[in-house]
């Protein structure tokens, strides 16, 4: 399969005796969103750590545009095209908005070890940083300190910083949690116009958008992957139903 | 950020016009004084990328003070006594040349920044803290237990290394030298501030997964950023030993690395003028208490302590308001 | 060299040793259950001192100056963590370091304006002085003898108090979350206080014990606690084990660097270059010891890794 962007092959963590995720595969293909949903606690945090490499597995593989980068650490998997979102902003609260996109384009297009002319005014960078941020409805906060920002416009950052990567790849952690129905409803418009420039692997809580976006779904439950398939596939799931709707409805 | 312009200019006009008057009116010890103050500004501009951008810690600044120090202090008295450094397998002389003297203490201090900082690096917080006092204190004791430079005694310097075109035993020439560092510095740092290194290394202090997220080693950011401190801090333990004309163990000591953090307090972290400011502050109080009580240090100690728990944007912070925290 | 002087060479190493395990101790916890860094820990260890001396030269009982120096370091950390530390549990790094150092500057200042800049000296009783014939027919000082039992016994009785006391168990789980011993009705900031306070009484100890054998004097304090950081990053912080561990081993490599080093250089130099050069090298060797545990384990030998 040679539209296959990102892949997770077999792989498994565990703290101490306990196991946090089980033999998890799955794959991210071309121009699709792909929603990897399970209660809280089910693993999809460390999931999504072990992909950015935040995380080493103790087994199986991590490939990325078909390389594999399960021995590369963060950095190294950033600068091969992975965009992550986090679902707690990581962000420099201190400095502005637009120095926080500013930041993802020196990272994608630049060196940091230049020392004298002034960041803000290297055309290049503010082109890339100026687009991300009007892409994702941000333009008018650029000069507006990060830590005033509210939660759904830290996660709207959090996403404009991952566009000025370019990445070939995003993986996004709730990236809806905090932005009220409105919001919501724009980033959802926003991300299903997203797939065509890289796929995503949306891990979600807000259930709307899961069902509004999703090409395809995974459901992970106490670090397994239960079901994986459409989204009639899996609102129609037994297991699904059982383990997880059950508990919601 | 506005009245933090009016006290950074005040200040630089105070570095022009304290020493103007002092010379006018032939006070030559108040040179001496204005000249220690800006080589401590110096130690303290440097510290600052670290510890004010990059949010690192270090505690044995003292290190590369002294090591800057004793490159001037091995160089001339190899020059002062004419016996060659090494002969084999060539001939190194010693020199009273400050530009190169200045050279070889950036370079060497540089070096020792670099394989402290690599070390240092692989931990955080307060390991890191403690490694770099380790580290200052290591030097500190190879000082002392190495006889060829003088040992425990230090070295002697007779006559103050030369620079071309003006007399540096004229306390007002030696203190333009200085100053004119301290300002050539201080123009770096305050460009190295806002270009992609200082954003990149200042996301680093808030945030290293951020900075990894877009493809950014934090490591490296902070190993250069250590580096470039600590040639700094180098050159101006060169000056500082030249304003003596005497070099000894006391410059790698830990109070030294704790009072170039002094500075910065004082004058409030990651402030451009921040450590210029709290180092004449300290030379100043040094100066007035000093002369007052044996025991000024008791009253430095409730300073920095009122400073800590209720001021901690430091002097230019109470003086410019707060523009930000440091957590 | 004879075995004989390298067996006593080895003691006075695991002396050093066990020293500055006691500094230690009270360092790795106080960080592990406060999250402080306290550089005014050097101060205590002075403090102990002083008060040993002050009280042995008034009455002229060694052990009523070493409960001098526990009472007086004690109190000292009691008054300091109230007054000060408490304010810096929530402050950064930074923080911690400049106002413990302010502390430093008072401590140093406040105990020259009292005892002035002579040392003073605190004498090994009679009962403790001369030398004792060990096993093998080494002389050994008494008094290094009775450090080391001292120094092993305090050991003992801290892993005794972490692993069965209640004290123990609350500075386990302070070390572990703070929030919900509190949740369970632990009156934290006594705690603290205790935990600190007795950090304090243990560097006082140390200082009394050792000032027996070395002048007591402003500034005594710094260089051990320097020395104390190296043993807490060899070990792991927070960890007493650790600790226990660094200590030995930077005291030993302290103690047989600056003997061997030296012998090992004459073998290939003139004797005074050996002698120079080797004791120049050996005051770097616990340093040197330090950079080797980081590039292999960053965490210490015991830290939990991060």
């Known amino acids: 399969m040679t539209d296959v962007v990102l892949s997770v092959h077999d792989i498994c963590k565990s703290y101490g005796g306990l196991q946090a995720s089980k033999n998890i595969s799955l794959d991210l293909r071309m121009g699709e969103i792909h929603a990897l949903i399970g209660p809280n606690g089910a693993g999809k945090s460390t999931l999504i750590k072990q992909i950015a490499g935040s995380e080493t597995p103790c087994s199986g593989q991590v490939r990325l545009a078909g390389k594999d980068v399960t021995a590369l650490d963060t950095v190294a998997r950033a600068r091969r095209g992975l965009g992550r979102t986090f679902q707690i902003s990581e962000l420099a609260m201190e400095d502005t908005v637009f120095q926080n996109v500013i930041l993802g384009a020196l990272g994608a297009g630049g060196s940091p070890m230049r020392f004298w002319r002034n960041v803000l005014g290297m055309d290049d960078l503010r082109g890339v940083a100026e687009a991300a941020l009007e892409r994702v409805g941000l333009a008018a906060k650029a000069a507006v300190r990060t830590s005033e920002l509210s939660h759904g416009q830290r996660r709207q950052l959090e996403v404009a910083v991952a566009l000025t990567l370019n990445p070939t790849a995003f993986v996004m952690d709730e990236p809806m949690a905090g932005l009220g129905t409105a919001g919501s409803k724009t980033l959802t418009g926003f991300l299903d116009g997203l797939r065509t420039q890289a796929p995503i692997l949306l891990v979600e809580h807000d259930m709307d958008a899961v069902f509004a976006l999703a090409d395809r779904i995974s459901v992970l439950v106490y670090g397994e992957i239960i079901a994986s398939g459409t989204v009639n596939e899996i609102r129609s799931d037994a297991a699904v139903r059982a383990a997880y709707l059950g508990d919601e409805a | ?327 | ?306």
Request: contains cysteine; charged residues 10%; hydrophobic residues 55%.
């Open chain 2, 1 to 327: 950020m506005k009245a933090e312009r009016i006290v950074n200019t005040s200040v630089v006009a105070a570095l022009v016009l304290f020493p103007l008057w002092a010379w006018m009116t032939d006070a030559p010890f108040l040179i001496t004084l204005a000249t220690k103050a800006v080589i401590f500004a110096l130690a303290g501009v440097g510290l600052n990328i670290a510890l004010g951008i990059g949010g690192l810690v270090s505690l044995g600044h003292a290190a590369f003070f002294g090591l800057g120090g004793y490159a001037m202090g091995i160089l001339a008295s190899h020059a002062q006594a004419y016996d060659p450094i090494f002969n084999a397998p060539f001939v190194l002389e010693g020199t009273k040349s400050m530009p190169v003297i200045w050279l070889v203490a950036i370079i060497s201090s540089g070096l020792a920044a670099l394989a402290i900082g690599a070390l240092s690096l692989r931990t955080s917080g307060v390991y890191f803290i403690m490694i770099t006092l380790a580290f200052g204190q290591m030097l500190y004791y190879f000082s002392i237990s190495w006889p060829a430079y003088g040992g425990e005694d230090g070295l002697s310097i007779y006559v103050r290394n030369s620079f071309p075109g003006m007399n540096t035993l004229d306390p007002i020439q030696y203190y333009v030298i200085c100053v004119a560092l301290l300002f050539a510095v201080l123009l770096f740092t305050s460009r190295l501030a806002r270009a992609p290194f200082g954003l990149a290394l200042g996301a680093a202090r808030q945030s290293p997964l951020r900075v990894k997220t877009v493809g950014i080693s934090p490591y490296k950011l902070q190993l250069v950023a250590f580096t470039i401190s600590g040639m700094i801090t180098g050159l101006a333990g060169a000056l500082f030993a030249d304003l003596n004309r005497f070099v000894s163990p006391t410059m790698f000591s830990w109070q030294l690395s704790g009072e170039i953090i002094v500075f910065i307090l004082i004058g409030g972290t990651a402030r451009l003028f921040g450590p210029v400011v709290g180092a004449i502050v300290f030379v100043l109080l040094e100066h007035l208490l000093g002369g007052l009580s044996e025991y000024w240090h008791i009253y430095l100690g409730l300073l920095l302590l009122l400073i800590v728990l209720f001021a901690r944007g430091g002097l230019i912070g109470l003086l410019a308001g707060k523009e930000r925290s440091h957590d």
């Open chain 3, 1 to 306: 060299m004879s075995p004989i002087l390298l067996a006593e060479q080895v003691l006075n190493g695991l002396q050093l040793g066990v020293m500055l395990f006691v500094m230690a101790a009270g360092l790795t916890l106080v960080f592990g259950v406060m999250g402080l860094i306290n550089l005014a820990h050097g101060s205590l260890f002075m403090v102990g001192a002083f008060a040993a001396a002050a009280v042995a030269g008034a009455t002229g009982s060694f052990l009523l100056a070493l409960v001098a120096a526990l009472a007086a370091a004690a109190a000292a950390g009691a008054l300091i963590e109230v007054l000060v530390i408490r304010r810096l549990y929530d402050r950064d790094h930074l923080d911690q370091v400049l106002a413990t150092f302010a502390l430093i500057l008072i401590f140093s200042e406040g105990t020259r304006w009292i005892f002035g800049s002579f040392p003073l000296y605190l004498n090994v009783p009679d009962y403790l002085s001369g030398p004792v014939t060990l096993p093998g027919g080494i002389q050994y000082p008494l008094y290094r003898l009775t450090l080391i039992a001292i120094g092993l016994a305090i050991a003992g009785g801290l892993f005794a108090l972490i692993s069965k006391t209640r004290l123990g168990i609350q500075i386990r789980a302070g070390e572990n979350d703070r929030e919900m011993i509190a949740a369970l009705g632990v009156d934290i900031s006594k705690l603290y206080t205790i935990v600190f306070a007795l950090g304090a009484a243990l560097a006082g100890l140390a200082g009394a014990l050792v000032g027996a054998i070395q002048s007591v004097q402003v500034g005594m304090g710094e260089p051990v606690l320097i020395v104390a950081f190296v043993v807490i990053v060899i070990g792991g912080i927070g960890s007493i084990k650790g600790a226990l561990v660094g200590a030995i081993l930077v005291g030993l490599t302290d103690t047989l660097g600056g003997v061997l080093l030296p012998e090992l250089f004459k073998l290939f130099m003139d004797n005074s270059t050996a002698s120079s050069a080797g004791s120049a090298l050996a005051s770097m060797l616990i340093y040197i010891l330090m950079a080797g545990v980081l590039i292999w384990k960053p965490t210490g030998l015991f830290g939990a890794s991060t």
